[in-house]
């Protein structure tokens, strides 16, 4: 266990236990749960440019990872999905 010069948890580890506890205690559902509050307490706070934004970012960090070949699979899956869905 990480302890600082006083003996106590750092702040890291404590963190840990925490979690550790917690995932314990309770189910998927929990977290889904949580998850979902913590999305629509987020979409009442920040605009349609924010999201924008971070998906703009997140595409280039993508971009920077992957391949063609990567688009070209996730793409091909996204038309069967929709294909299904239509149906």
């Known amino acids: ?32 749960e949580i998850g979902q509050k913590g999305g629509q307490a987020t979409s009442k706070k920040h605009s349609r440019e924010f999201y924008q934004e971070i998906g703009q970012k997140g595409g280039e960090a993508t971009s920077e990872t992957h391949d063609k070949d990567f688009y070209r699979q996730i793409g091909k899956k996204g038309g069967e999905a929709r294909s299904k869905a239509n149906k």
């Open 1 to 32: 266990m990480a302890r600082n010069n006083k003996g106590k948890l750092s702040r890291e580890e404590a963190g840990r236990l925490g979690g550790e506890a917690t995932a314990k205690n309770h189910g998927k559902e929990f977290y889904q």
